[in-house]
Structures are given as C-alpha cells and as structure tokens.
C-alpha cells in the first residue's frame, strides 16, 4: 500500500509540476483527484494500523530476559557441541568427502526426466 501512496503522490507532485507550468484546468482537476485518493488511501493506512494496536496484545518483555553466566555458557557450549558433531558427521560422510576431492555426480537432463 505504501508503495501506491508513493507513486500516486509522485504522480500528482508530477502533474502539480505540469499543471503550474501551463495552468491546465484538466491537470489540476487530476491533480486535486490523485491528492484526494492519495489522502483517503492514507487515511485508511493509519486508521488500520492505530486498529491494528488497539485489538492486539503487546508481546514485549516487560523485562528484559536474564540469563546467569552459567546458562549463557551452557548455551554456548550446546553450539560447540552441535558444531563438533556436524563436522565429525560430514569427515565420516564418504559422499562430501568425494565431493570435497573434486567428484560431482552429474544425472543428465534425459536420464532425470526418465527416472522422475
């Protein structure tokens, strides 16, 4: 929506440009429109989104979280944990392992089509 306000509010400064040059009474009555749909289309953005924060709820933190430097150190130590075990998983993995080495297995587009 943003982004037809923008072009409708380019276009109207456009026609406002043209219309002031030749004081077209057809421009102005064009340009007077787009400005009116410019304004209503506007309108309705605030008006949804003043709605939109009047019937949801706030999700915020009242606070913010807290964590003890141990927690944080668990949690960082989970991500090592989890990195170690990926990089174990892929040096036993003899199909990255050939891809690493330069193998790249190639299905040619006829064959593919046969067997999907």
């Known amino acids: 929506m943003f982004r037809r306000s923008f072009a409708l509010f380019a276009a109207a400064s456009a026609l406002a440009?043209?219309?002031?040059?030749?004081?077209?009474?057809?421009?102005?009555?064009?340009q007077q429109r787009m400005m009116e749909e410019q304004q209503k289309q506007i309108n309705d953005m605030v008006a949804a989104q003043q709605a939109w924060?009047?019937?949801?709820e706030d999700?915020?933190?009242?606070?913010?979280?807290s964590y003890s430097e141990e927690e944080w150190?668990?949690?960082a130590a989970e991500g090592v944990r989890a990195e170690a075990a990926e990089i174990q998983r892929?040096?036993?993995d003899p199909k990255y392992q050939a891809f690493l080495n330069?193998?790249?297995?190639h299905t040619p587009p006829e064959k593919a089509m046969k067997e999907g």
Do not use: F, M, T, V
Not at 20 to 29: C, H, L
Not at 59 to 65: L, N, R, V
């Open 17 to 30: 440009l043209s219309a002031a040059a030749y004081e077209d009474p057809i421009a102005d009555e064009i």
């Open 53 to 56: 924060g009047e019937e949801e």
């Open 59 to 65: 999700y915020a933190y009242e606070e913010p979280p």
């Open 73 to 75: 150190h668990d949690w």
């Open 90 to 92: 892929r040096a036993n």
């Open 102 to 105: 330069g193998e790249w297995l």
